[in-house]
Nanobody
């Protein structure tokens, strides 16, 4: 099993930036895909970005060009750099691993207009 702990959320004005972190309780070196999801009030959880063990990335169309996912295997950490934030990015953001299917507790991101 692996425990995931997200941090870095907060309140930011539209156009601002935030960097989210997801720290794993064990090495993520052997975990192929690490992903970020988000869930807005009244909506289903959606995939935001995914990064493979070799650094390949994929993004939801709604965040392409604004968000960047990265991983530091030495620190057991996955990041989500979010730029040019919009009010519609407001959600709880979660990370997930593809090996155990574990979820973190989430971190709230609120973007004001």
């Amino acid at each position: 099993q692996v425990q995931l702990v997200e941090s870095g959320g907060g309140l930011v004005q539209a156009g601002g930036s935030l960097r989210l972190s997801c720290v794993a309780s064990r090495s993520i070196f052997s975990i192929n895909n690490m992903s970020w999801y988000r869930q807005a009030p009244g909506k289903e959880r959606e995939l935001v970005a995914v990064i493979s063990s070799i650094g390949s990335t994929n993004y939801a169309d709604s965040v392409k060009g604004r968000f960047t996912i990265s991983r530091d295997n030495a620190k057991n950490t996955v990041y989500l750099q979010m730029n040019s934030l919009k009010p519609e990015d407001t959600a709880v953001y979660y990370c997930k691993d593809s090996l155990f299917g574990s979820w973190g507790q989430g971190t709230q991101v609120t973007v004001s207009s």
